[in-house]
């Protein structure tokens, strides 16, 4: 089966970095989705990663806890640094060449986001990791995937979760729960599902950028969603359920 995306963003939590931890980063999870990435790098697939940190520390719970929310919200990019870098050293390990790009300068660990020169590294191989958000407070990395993918001209973004795709309810608290196949951005707002947040669903909406959930945790995922198969939930298609 061949390729059926070429440019891809893909959105990890920092709590995918997790494994079964109840905080922090686990080596063993970080080199086993470094492994799957660099499967994708070797069919030819031009990488783009946005992390989280909320294995690390969220912006809005220590916004809740009584911080100043652009204060929380500046060490919660910070975090997704760290995980950036994590990330970066398990893929070099692996033998695949990665750059970390961040919003906020950081010069000694990374180098500053540049569109012109993240495109570039794609082009030339390179999986490029996008760190400190969008160097904003008040905006998610949900919002940095969907506006990094529009910016490097990604042709999709998956995010990968613990979850096999988009449910019309709770799947742990409804049994009788339905998986959508696929779901335009219209219902995703309207019905609130929260795939990702308001804003990144409006920004792939306005620029035709489809939006696929998997479940990270089964081995060969990404593979397969960057092959075309069918898993989890496609957002910009028509609205049909399981």
Known sequence: MGLTYQR????????????????GIDPAVVQSIAQEIKDIVAEGVETAIVVGGGNIFRGVKGAAAGMDRATADYIGM?????????????????????????????????????????????????????????????????????????????EVVFKATKVDGVYDSDPHQNPSARRYQSLTYGHV??????????????????????????????????????????IGTIVGGSCEIS
């Not at 950028?209 to 969603?225: C, E, K, M, Y």
């Open 8 to 23: 891809i963003l893909l959105k990890l939590s920092g709590e995918a970095l997790m494994g079964n931890l109840s905080y």
């Open 78 to 154: 910070i975090a997704t640094v760290m995980n950036a870098m994590t990330l970066q050293d398990a893929l070099e390990q692996c033998g695949v060449p990665t750059r970390v790009l961040t919003a906020i300068e950081m010069q000694e660990v990374a180098e500053p986001y540049i569109r012109r020169r993240a495109i570039r590294h794609l082009e030339k191989g390179r999986v490029v990791i996008f760190g400190a958000g969008s160097g904003n407070p008040f905006f998610t990395t949900d919002t940095t995937a969907a506006l990094r993918a529009a910016e490097i001209n990604a």
């Open 189 to 230: 707002l309207t019905q609130d599902l929260r795939v990702m947040d308001t804003t990144a669903i409006a920004l792939c909406k306005d620029n035709n950028i489809p939006i696929i959930v998997f479940d990270l945790s089964v081995p060969g995922n990404i593979r397969r969603a960057v092959m075309g198969e069918s």
